[in-house]
């Protein structure tokens, strides 16, 4: 089984890991820990092994997969992703039963199981996070390293640049080009 760490332990990589504990997420995995920059305790019964400069050495132990959990700031998660990319390391995709075939998926993506997909044709960038309620509809382009939050609305054809976050009951109308590093404030009403 290979071997898994989760970059950031915060709540969302805590839900992850009680996920996985009850046999319902990253079951091909055996999770060996956390990375984490500022917390040093255990979690759930995992160890933090290091802060970011940690990577080299578990590369060098076999650890190949990571799952990139931090989402406080888009344009790092991003840039941090691509450093561990350039590096060797795996991510695997975290994704919802009912994403049409259809739809393009890069890698490192998490998409809620709550997220719902509607129509054909969207791209979900690398290393993107699609949180619980959004709604995307077909043929929208979501860039690589984008936020987008719980309950956010993407209309038919929208595009959201890269490294963009998309805050929480935002509605993102057909049509419309948002660019990169976009910072959509929450209950937003985005029209082209």
Same mark, same amino acid.
């Given at each position: 089984?290979?071997?898994?760490?989760?970059?950031?332990?915060?709540?969302?990589?805590?839900?992850?890991?009680?996920?996985?504990?009850?046999?319902?997420?990253?079951?091909?995995?055996?999770?060996?820990?956390?990375?984490?920059?500022?917390?040093?305790?255990?979690?759930?019964?995992?160890?933090?092994?290091?802060?970011?400069?940690?990577?080299?050495?578990?590369?060098?132990?076999?650890?190949?997969?990571?799952?990139?959990?931090?989402?406080?700031?888009?344009?790092?998660?991003?840039?941090?992703?691509?450093?561990?990319?350039?590096?060797?390391?795996?991510?695997?995709?975290?994704?919802?039963?009912?994403?049409?075939?259809?739809?393009?998926?890069?890698?490192?993506?998490?998409?809620?199981?709550?997220?719902? /997909?509607? &129509?054909? $044709?969207?791209? !979900? %960038?690398?290393?993107? @996070? #699609?949180? =619980?309620?959004? +709604? *995307?509809?077909?043929?929208?382009?979501?860039?690589?390293?984008?936020?987008?939050?719980?309950?956010? /609305?993407? &209309?038919? $054809?929208?595009? !959201? %640049?890269?490294?963009? @976050? #998309?805050? =929480?009951?935002? +509605? *993102?109308?057909?049509?419309?080009?948002?660019?990169?590093?976009?910072?959509?404030?929450?209950?937003?009403?985005?029209?082209?």
């Amino acid at each position: 089984m290979e071997k898994l760490v989760i970059y950031g332990a915060g709540d969302n990589a805590q839900k992850l890991t009680y996920e996985h504990k009850q046999g319902k997420r990253l079951n091909e995995f055996e999770l060996v820990g956390f990375v984490d920059d500022f917390k040093k305790e255990n979690i759930l019964g995992l160890p933090i092994l290091g802060d970011y400069q940690v990577f080299s050495e578990l590369k060098s132990k076999g650890i190949n997969n990571v799952l990139v959990s931090l989402l406080k700031n888009p344009r790092l998660r991003l840039k941090r992703c691509l450093e561990l990319e350039s590096l060797g390391f795996n991510f695997p995709n975290l994704l919802n039963s009912n994403i049409s075939a259809l739809a393009k998926i890069g890698k490192g993506v998490y998409i809620d199981d709550t997220s719902v /997909f509607m &129509g054909i $044709n969207q791209n !979900i %960038g690398n290393f993107s @996070v #699609i949180g =619980p309620y959004t +709604t *995307i509809e077909g043929r929208t382009n979501i860039g690589n390293g984008c936020i987008i939050c719980p309950y956010v /609305f993407l &209309g038919y $054809n929208s595009e !959201i %640049g890269e490294s963009s @976050v #998309i805050y =929480p009951r935002s +509605t *993102i109308s057909p049509g419309v080009k948002l660019k990169e590093n976009s910072i959509i404030k929450p209950h937003s009403l985005i029209k082209s």
